[in-house]
């Protein structure tokens, strides 16, 4: 059974550039959720995604848009890159119930470096 | 606005000690709490889950407990290990709700 995964691991841009990140959830899950990680800190809340569409979103500026594909992956992009975006990005995935409570589960990341 | 706070930021202890590690939030109206431990440069590993119905969970030398009226857990590590060495993360929400972390305990288990 697949995890989370992914892609790419490791990702170089420069200032003013956009950058799309990608995520499949763990096999059996349809909600999607991204955080964003800076050095020493925990992970922020961006966004979720259930059903195709944007369910909540963190205190992150429009330049973060993403998309959920019909098969539950998803997209992170990010427009206008600037420094301070040079991050571990976090992709969690969970199964959406009425009433319950899931657990998340979190792939390895995307280390982006913007210089 | 939910706030989560992890005491010690850092912690070294020698191998075999047993250690607690602290996590306190603001707003007890939580579905769950979740301890997770991060290597370096990778990414979150579940350790424990704690339903806002429950008072503790255990997994192996891991044990975590959870008060929710006061806003704390802590998580117990017995008989610690030099591969127990990782950044602990605390955090509140519950399932497909979105999770707000602390920023975490850098633990050191020295050999």
């Known amino acids: 059974d697949a995890g989370v995964t992914q892609s790419p691991t490791h990702l170089i841009k420069t200032r003013g550039q956009q950058v799309t990140l990608r995520c499949s959830p763990k096999s059996g899950h349809d909600t999607v959720s991204w955080y964003q990680q800076a050095l020493g800190q925990g992970p922020q809340f961006i966004f979720q995604?259930?059903?195709?569409?944007?369910?909540q979103r963190g205190n992150f500026p429009d330049r973060f848009s993403g998309h959920q594909f019909p098969n539950y992956s998803s997209e992170l992009n990010v427009n206008a890159l600037w420094l301070g975006d040079s991050a571990l990005y976090l992709c969690?995935?969970?199964?959406?119930?009425?009433?319950?409570?899931?657990?998340?589960?979190f792939g390895p990341g995307t280390r982006l470096l913007v210089l | 606005k939910q706030e989560v706070t992890q005491i010690p930021a850092a912690l070294s202890v020698p191998e075999g000690e047993n250690l607690v590690l602290n996590c306190s939030f603001t707003d007890s109206a939580i579905y769950n709490l979740q301890w997770f431990r991060q290597d370096p440069g990778k990414g979150l590993t579940s350790l424990l889950l704690?339903?806002?119905?429950?008072r503790e969970q255990t997994s192996g030398r891991l044990n975590a407990s959870l008060d929710k009226s006061s806003g704390r857990s802590t998580l117990y590590i017995a008989a610690s290990q030099p591969g127990d060495s990782a950044t602990y993360l605390c955090a509140v929400g519950g399932g497909s709700e979105k999770l707000v972390f602390g920023k975490g305990t850098k633990l050191t288990v020295n050999p």
């Open positions: 969690a995935s969970s199964l959406m119930r009425t009433g319950g409570v899931e657990t998340q589960y």
């Open positions: 704690i339903q806002s119905s429950q």
């Open positions: 995604y259930y059903e195709e569409e944007e369910r």
